[in-house]
């Protein structure tokens, strides 16, 4: 069983910047896509930022478009996501997902394993 630890979060204002992380216990960021998800309360888990075994990167550009950057450590077994220019509306659960396939999908339901999440608070 894959265990995906998140640490990061918390509570900033709007404008300021965060980093999330992730890190898996099996199985390598190198050879799965990684993704990050969000989900505001009373608000569908929604598609963030991924990236691809081999190092492609794709974002939500709707909602985080140039503010966010997913990025990747090998030798930690770990994925970041890097928030700047935080707004109110990126007040969410952010939550770290492993897809064993190798595809690439924007889709909650096409990943295999999930982060505990961790919170963001962004205040005006």
């Known amino acids: 069983q894959v265990r995906l630890v998140q640490s990061g979060g918390g509570l900033v204002q709007a404008g300021a910047s965060l980093k999330l992380s992730c890190t898996a216990s099996?199985?390598?960021?190198?050879?799965?896509?990684m993704a990050w998800f969000r989900q505001a309360p009373g608000k569908e888990r929604e598609f963030v930022a991924a990236?691809?075994?081999?190092?492609?990167?794709?974002y939500n550009t709707d909602s985080v478009g140039g503010r966010f950057t997913i990025s990747r450590d090998i030798a930690k077994n770990s994925v970041y996501l890097e928030m700047n220019s935080l707004k109110p509306d990126d007040t969410a659960s952010y939550y770290c997902a492993m897809q064993l396939s190798r595809d690439t999908n924007t889709f909650a339901y096409a990943y295999d394993y999930w982060g505990q999440g961790t919170q963001v608070t962004v205040s005006s």
């Open positions: 099996e199985r390598t960021v190198s050879s799965n896509t």
């Open positions: 990236i691809s075994w081999f190092g492609e990167t794709i």
